[in-house]
């Protein structure tokens, strides 16, 4: 396996404890898959238990030393691990693609935005603050903050680099050490990382990366052992429940980026060219396949044909195929399951009485393709309406007045992004504030970066990763009273 990429190297198909490449003490392996074509790209060792214990130790072991480090040592790896991922950002944006199935200039743009909360928890180690409280006359109160522990990390196929980048980062910034488990679709990207953060010199222990099939096995050694201080989870809503419950018996310290249902409210006096390009944009990222996807686009039933008819338009300009083609916009969805999944739920929804605008059935090929899809005239009650599709289906509803949007918008158990489109500015307030979500865009779509803070409410969980915030979610606050000063 070489793949064209420039250093083949960056492709390691065993797990990485302690700064060592090992397979599974069973000798299992599993097979990746390329979505695009149904090949099998590479077997990559398929750890369990025994793995997942080894590493824990290796990092709680290697956390003595790590956090004793000046933030400036840490800072330093943390950047030429970043600088590393700028170098060899073609190679990664390949891996990417061919496990994941994105086209390639999406690719890189993970990598370049994965790489950017290295770069930002590289200055932000050395801005780990405390306070001195104001206190009574024998006594000084302070506040310091320390790094919470051995983090264990469990993360998605979705964005196989960036999700990585987003809790690490901030982890070792704060002094902490990390067992990651990343999805079993995508274990490349993250092992790719693993490789470039040995020869950025991160200390053997710090990092380790457990691939694995059977997800639960590994998960459950994480909940279950008292060495993990902090869970951190992105993934589906009923998986993170039942880690937050795994978690209860060990109180573990838990961040948790879960499903959504993004609304995108678009009323009659948007700058409609603006919406569409939104909209566009949001919902077909990554094929639809993003937590913070367009899943609901509300329009104001003056705009809505208007709407409708360009939104339609621009869906025709798609170019489907496999990722490494120049031409191709919109990937494959990431496994059969997953296309099986989205054709259901258009099937429910036009059964339903959604009317099919365009699309609306998978594609014949080798690989996992679905048709970009506009379901019109959804309404509340339909199952498309409360689900997560994950999939490049865009399903429209009409509303009238902006209550009935707010009420429709949070007529939801999910809470992370939502947008709204609109030029009147005491409406963006108004309706910004009465959205019941960790975050809002407001005539924008493209809302992520490693500047702000990325989260959800309700059940779509909890915790901030990026910005001034991502490192509270790594650090505890102890008070220390210092008394008898009079004496
Ligand atoms: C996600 O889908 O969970 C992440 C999307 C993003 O970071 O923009």
Redesign the pocket.
């Known amino acids: 396996m070489g793949f064209g990429l420039s250093d083949s190297s960056l492709l390691r198909p065993q797990a990485f404890i302690n700064g060592e490449w090992v397979d599974a003490k069973s000798g299992a392996e599993y097979p990746i898959i390329n979505p695009a074509n149904g090949e099998v790209i590479s077997h990559v060792a398929d750890v369990g238990q025994f793995e997942a214990k080894n590493a824990i130790e290796a990092a709680q072991t290697s956390m003595e030393l790590w956090k004793l480090k000046s933030p400036t040592d840490r800072s330093n790896v943390l950047q030429r691990w970043h600088d590393l991922i700028i170098a060899n950002a073609g190679d990664l944006a390949s891996i990417l693609t061919l496990e994941q199935g994105k086209p390639l200039a999406e690719a890189k743009g993970e990598i370049l935005?994965g790489a950017s909360y290295l770069k930002w928890f590289a200055e932000e180690a050395k801005r780990i603050y405390g306070d001195i409280l104001p206190s009574a006359q024998d006594r000084r109160s302070l506040v310091i903050k320390q790094p919470v522990g051995v983090v264990a990390a469990i993360t998605?196929w979705?964005?196989p680099n960036?999700?990585i980048a987003?809790k690490v980062a901030p982890a070792l910034a704060a002094g902490c050490t990390v067992v990651l488990k990343p999805a079993p679709e995508t274990p490349l990207s993250a092992l790719a990382l693993a490789e470039l953060a040995v020869r950025a010199g991160v200390p053997a222990g710090v990092f380790n990366v457990l691939p694995c099939l059977k997800a639960e096995e590994v998960g459950g050694v994480f909940t279950a052992s008292p060495i993990v201080k902090k869970l951190t989870f992105?993934g589906s809503t009923p998986v993170g429940k039942l880690l937050l419950r795994q978690c209860a018996d060990t109180v573990k310290r838990t961040s948790m980026?879960l499903g959504?249902n993004a609304p995108v409210i678009i009323f009659n006096d948007a700058d409609i060219d603006l919406a569409v390009a939104g909209a566009l944009a949001s919902k077909f990222?990554?094929a639809g396949?993003?937590?913070?996807?367009a899943n609901r686009l509300l329009v104001q039933e003056g705009i809505y044909d208007r709407f409708l008819a360009k939104f339609t338009e621009a869906i025709q300009a798609f170019c489907l195929g496999d990722g490494f083609d120049a031409k191709t916009t919109l990937g494959p969805v990431i496994t059969e399951k997953a296309l099986n999944g989205i054709g259901s739920l258009v099937k429910g929804a036009l059964g339903q009485g959604a009317r099919l605008v365009t699309g609306g059935k998978p594609v014949e090929s080798d690989g996992w393709f679905y048709e970009p899809t506009v379901l019109a005239d959804v309404q509340a009650d339909m199952d498309i309406f409360s689900e997560e599709i994950f999939g490049p289906v865009a399903p429209v509803i009409k509303f009238k007045t902006d209550t009935d949007a707010i009420a429709m918008a949070n007529d939801t158990s999910f809470g992370?992004a939502s947008y709204i489109y609109t030029q009147d500015i005491s409406r963006i307030w108004q309706v910004s504030e009465a959205l019941e979500y960790g975050m809002v865009g407001v005539n924008e779509t493209a809302?992520?970066s490693e500047l702000i803070p990325?989260g959800g409410v309700k059940e779509s969980g909890h915790g901030r990763e990026g910005s001034k915030y991502g490192l509270d979610d790594y650090l505890e606050t102890k008070y220390i009273c210092m008394g008898g000063l009079n004496a």
């Open positions: 935005y998605p979705n964005f960036a999700m987003r992105t980026e959504g990222r990554n396949q993003t937590c913070i996807c992370l809302i992520s990325f």
